[in-house]
């Protein structure tokens, strides 16, 4: 690896000798070889990728410093969603710059994930205890997203006409209000804005399933909406709060006056603006509403031995089973910022979260009484922490930002400022300044600034973890005891296939924390931003690059999101080339879930392909789908490789086929990890593809999130990428609409894929997916002696990823897949995906950041197992798995030794699962999504 740049060697795990003994292992001379032979040679790239490496991490860190140092931070008072916050430093230092925290996966392995599943049902009580309602979600992508989730939920849980209408009020968050719309003109959904004191004059006669209205108001003004929720409730609709969740510790919550819905974000609860996320969006429901809820959801449950246990809950819900007809097209969550935001909760407790809201609201009302005495009109009567002041904005704003103060122009008569706990005296006073008005000498008046029918009476977080953990010390631990529960990849490999669980660097990691990149508001001046804007603009370059599009857009946060983007974009095309009637999307029956779930959410019509004996997608269905669709086609969504991980032969002829009849290609990247340097979707035939950073570029996985999805496009669908109403620069004035709240969506992890691309160049990446390929072949080799490996390509090579047949032997022997993934963790290992994209088999990514020692523990284990599925007396002790210390130091009232099932990998850096083997079933019927009593875990 001499010719390689220095990071390289530290990204990927094999060394050169690791590398030649794998390829004599699969049969092949040398690397190049091996990819010339699995690889299409139609579809290979003819040019190297030319983008040049760093000298050395140190070098990287430099450069960002000098990118970063073009950002210019300011207090910011804009408000609209992002606020200034405390980040608790024990909070920071031990979530979100810690890898026990950052590199775990979505926890679909319960019972090695309990302690952020229990973090997550902390979250979870936040929000329902704020709002009212007694469910609420493990976090949604952001707020204007949850807005929209909102929409279908409501629009779902009426039993209106299609005639029916949503009303929104005219003082939603404009960001919300962009997204919403983006979503509804694709899904026929008419939404009417306005004033919606009467709501029937707005509705004109048409029956309104649902109306969503933002507490307090975008322009700071709280309103009682309960006449509006009775109006609503009597025509059969629903009502949406899009609420701040640090006013509700004082403002009543949205449950009491009768919405049915909230939504919002928590950003303001310790998490970063970060230049406009991530961020951890909610939703929270009424009793009824809870099976159609979008996203993923935390429930209490029992495991083998009945003690509770956490894991998620009706998962039946979602994308990877009901398909076009899951309830959302969301997969990522945003698990690493709810978590943080739960913590900052357990840290304060609601007495301190109390106080800090009185603090917010005290300082926006120093700020009214102040202007008021020196004869500037302010226009909110009621209010939290925002207020609308008539004024000269662009003098007033102009004066503030000579002050070091950024204030937000509502219209050239308005300015719109908002406290928050960040803000000081000494910042008060310099916005008084820049109204022309003098400080006041004496103390401001103390106690809420709104009418008393609008204070909170009601208890919330009574729950002992939130009233407990008031030193640092007791924080750290708790932190601590949590993370001990659960298995990242800073304990061991992690093979979950479609998933892409590699090495996510410190180096790449360090500068998201950095004020002048985590301090940055979204809809801070462009002057301001300078800097982040660059790294926007070379990682899409980059991009760009490397999978031989002319444009990518960074607006969508999740990868679902980036589909979305992508089918909007082909949709759109079509009706501006007049093709209205295109609404047909082939997806192959091996396709992930959220593929149909994004077709349906942009409009389309999902028609499925069937699969071949082999594997890859059925040609001559394929034909048979485009002639029978051939004037209605819009497009075909394909992976590549292809999520049976092959490189099928026959993508050059797909494409060929698709673009014949009329149709667009939607390359799916989720796969890209296998493919970069060797072969260009935006070459071979796509016409579009998103791309997911948390996981072909090293953003981390957080547990479950955050996660982006960029989106790149051909020429023709440039002018259709995303676009926002708040930041011109953000895509194409002709573009489909806001898919995200923030203009650059997570922006603020960014810098992580930014710096792995950096670090390791054109070289370095695509060594890195020549030996994602040898480690995957290397594994199904190994293992193809002992369990089918179920497709190949040609020459009997998989791509990055194999999937092992356990259908058989399960048959035979009685042992399912969740007996291997469980037992895989007596010998120290998260379980490959399960059942996944077929049922009763395992599908291992190995990645190329597992080294050969790593990779032979696990081939190890698993051909152990194999030998313990032969066995009729072990049989029972993969049932059984996985083992707990409890179980073991207890009445051992089982056949088979102890020493085998709790130490089958040896006793050295033994992991050891905190619960055993949890009831799924019983935690759907008896479903708690909340803090249960602390003596629920009592003997």
């Known amino acids: ?95 979100l710059e810690n890898p026990a925290w950052y590199t775990a996966y979505t926890p679909y392995q319960p019972e090695i994930s309990q302690g952020r599943l229990e973090a997550l049902l902390n979250f979870q009580t936040v929000v329902s205890d704020l709002t009212g309602l007694p469910t609420a979600g493990a976090s949604l992508l952001d707020e204007g997203t949850a807005v929209a989730e909102a929409m279908t939920l409501m629009r779902r849980g009426t039993k209106l006409g299609d005639d029916a209408v949503l009303l929104v009020d005219e ?17 026929d959904i008419e939404v009417v804005t306005g004033d919606l004191s009467d709501p029937e004059a707005l509705a004109a006669g048409r029956p309104v399933f649902g109306a969503i209205v933002q507490y307090p108001g975008a322009d700071g003004e709280i309103r009682d909406w309960s006449a509006l929720a009775e109006t609503v409730h009597a025509g059969g609709g629903l009502v949406t709060a899009a609420a701040d969740l640090l006013a509700l510790t004082v403002l009543r919550a ?58 998620l809950a009706l998962q039946t819900r979602e994308q990877h089973i009901r398909r076009e007809k899951a309830t959302s097209n969301i997969c990522t969550s945003q698990v690493l910022l709810a978590v943080m935001a739960s913590m900052y909760a357990v840290w304060h407790g609601p007495d301190g979260l109390r106080r800090i809201a009185e603090l917010v609201h005290g300082r926006a009302r120093y700020l009214r009484d102040a202007l008021v005495a020196g004869g500037v009109e302010v226009v909110t009567t009621n209010f939290f922490d925002t207020l609308t002041v008539r004024a000269d904005s662009a003098a007033v704003v102009s004066a503030a930002l000579t002050e070091g103060v950024n204030l937000w122009p509502l219209d050239p008569e ?35 600034a709104w009418d008393p029918t609008f204070s909170r009476t009601s208890d919330y977080l009574t729950h002992p973890v939130f009233n407990t953990h008031r030193s640092e010390t007791q924080m750290l631990r708790y932190i601590k005891a949590l993370g001990d529960k659960d298995f990242a990849l800073d304990r061991g490999m992690i093979p979950l296939g479609s998933c892409t669980m590699k090495l996510n660097a410190t180096t790449e990691m360090e500068s998201i924390t950095w004020p002048e990149f985590a301090s940055l508001h979204p809809f801070a001046p462009h002057d301001q931003t300078v800097g982040s804007r660059q790294i926007v603009s070379e990682l899409a370059s980059w991009l760009a690059e490397i999978t031989g599009y002319h444009t990518v857009s960074l607006q969508p946060n999740a990868g679902s999101q980036g589909e979305l983007a992508g089918l909007l974009a082909i949709r759109a095309y079509h009706l501006a080339q007049g093709d209205e009637a295109r609404r047909i999307c082939l997806i192959p029956a091996s396709a992930h879930g959220t593929n149909a779930a994004s077709a349906v959410m942009a409009g389309l019509k999902v028609v499925v392909v069937k699969t071949a004996p082999g594997g890859d997608i059925d040609m001559d269905d394929l034909r048979t789908k485009i002639d029978n669709h051939r004037e209605e086609l819009a497009a075909i969504m394909v992976t590549y490789p292809s999520t049976h991980g092959v490189f099928e032969e026959t993508i050059s002829e797909l494409c060929e086929l698709v673009h014949e009849a009329g149709g667009q290609v939607y390359v799916d990247g989720a796969n890209l990890n296998a493919i970069m340097g060797l072969a260009r979707p935006g070459e071979f035939g796509g016409d579009v593809s998103h791309l997911n950073l948390h996981k072909t ?7 479950g999130g955050p996660g982006v999805g960029p989106v790149a496009v051909r020429e023709h669908l440039a002018p259709h990428l995303p676009n926002h109403p708040l930041d011109s620069s953000a895509g194409p004035e002709s573009g489909v609409g806001a898919i995200s709240a923030a203009p650059y969506g997570s922006a603020g992890i960014l810098p992580i894929s930014w710096a792995y691309v950096r670090l390791m160049g054109g070289a370095g990446l695509t060594r890195s997916a020549e030996v994602a390929v040898l480690n995957a072949n290397y594994v199904a080799k190994r293992l193809g002696e002992h369990y089918p490996v179920l497709y190949a390509g040609k020459n009997g090579l998989v791509a990055h990823e194999c999937i092992l047949d356990l259908r058989g032997l399960t048959k035979e022997t009685g042992v399912t897949v969740d007996d291997v993934a469980k037992r895989l963790i007596d010998y120290g290992f998260h379980a490959p995906t399960m059942s996944f994209p077929v049922a009763g088999t395992l599908m291992v990514e190995p990645t190329e950041s597992e080294d050969l020692g790593e990779l032979d523990r696990f081939i190890d284990a698993m051909i152990a197992i194999r030998r313990e599925m032969d066995d009729e007396g072990a049989r ?26 709790a130490f089958p990998g040896g006793a050295a850096g033994k992991y050891w699962p905190p619960v055993k083997r949890i009831d799924g079933a019983f935690g759907d019927r008896n479903l708690v999504c909340s803090c249960p009593p602390p003596e629920a875990f009592e003997d």
């Open 1 to 95: 690896m001499s010719t390689l740049p220095e990071f390289a060697s530290r990204h990927i795990g094999p060394r050169d000798d690791d590398v030649a003994t794998m390829l004599e292992t699969v049969g092949y001379p040398s690397l190049a070889a091996l990819v010339d032979a699995a690889v299409p040679p139609r579809i290979r790239t003819g040019a190297a990728l030319d983008i040049e490496p760093a000298e050395s991490e140190q070098a990287v860190i430099a450069e960002l410093r000098e990118v970063a140092s073009q950002n210019t931070v300011v207090t910011s008072m804009i408000g609209l969603g992002y606020y200034g916050t405390q980040t608790p430093p024990v909070v920071r230092r031990n979530i």
């Open 171 to 187: 003082h939603l968050l404009p960001q919300s209000a962009a997204v919403l719309a983006t979503r509804a003109q694709s899904l």
């Open 254 to 311: 949205p449950a009491e006056w009768g919405a049915d819905v909230a939504v919002g974000t928590t950003q303001r609860f310790g998490v970063p603006m970060a230049f406009g996320g991530p961020h951890a969006g909610f939703m929270s429901v009424r009793a009824g509403l809870e099976r159609t809820m979008p996203g993923r959801l935390v429930g209490v449950s029992r495991d083998a031995s009945g003690a509770p246990a956490y894991r």
């Open 414 to 448: 308005h300015v719109l400022l908002s406290t928050d706990e960040s803000i000081t005296r000494a910042d008060l006073d310099k916005v008084l300044r820049a109204f022309g008005v003098e400080a006041p000498t004496a103390p401001g008046a103390e106690g809420p």
């Open 697 to 703: 570029f090293c953003i981390p996985h957080g547990g």
């Open 876 to 901: 029972e002790m993969l049932r059984g798995a996985p083992h707990t210390a409890l179980e073991l130091a207890g009445e051992w009232e089982h056949s088979y030794d102890r020493m085998a099932a």
